[in-house]
């Protein structure tokens, strides 16, 4: 593992996801980003067990968490409760939070660094 | 035409702008939604040509155009002043500002109302 933290995508939509994994990399190369989209069979939605699978694959233990819309953060709460790991649900713009993070990772940042540089972006 | 505005959506990574696409339309099944992603090879970026081309397969003349990151913003801006269509360039959370503008172009709200509820959304 090369970084403290990781970053983990939960979004409606399975190429969002990837999509957005594509670029938060840019900005992120050595940190750890999983991500998933839609639900177990393809659809637009949110799924417990593809969520639970992107937090274990994720090589961190604290994971800094981004969704899209409501109903995949409640997905998220729930595979937070059931995981081992430290699971900080973002309430921020998914895509530039996504980034933000994943940047701010990269470069070594501090938590309460990246916590502020997170705040403006919260808008859910 | 069914609707008075419609959504342009541009990316930096083509699967981004598809899966936005598929996530807007949910929400707004009548409303001209185009979008694009990517440099003109396929390639992490922007595309003066792709964007333009977005614009114009819109339905609607009026457009609310969103972006991911700064880049694609200043090709947006550059494909804005060529254009005929009127193009407000939005500032907002790329996702949600996005999802938000579909559903209530969808539900036949004025400017105004679309407007005001997009505020809260701005980011950048």
Redesign the interface.
Known sequence: MTKSFGVVLV??????????Y??VK?GAADTSVTYT?GTDDGG?GSSFDKIMKAVNDNEADNIYAFY??GSAKMTLEMVSEMSDKNIEIMDC????GA?TAGALIQSDNKKEVIDEQLK??I??
Request: no cysteine; glycine share 8%; charged share 25%.
């Open positions: 979004s409606h939509v399975e190429e969002l996801a990837l999509g957005l594509k670029l840019e989209g637009v899209d819309l713009a998914f895509i530039e980034y403006p972006l808008i859910k």
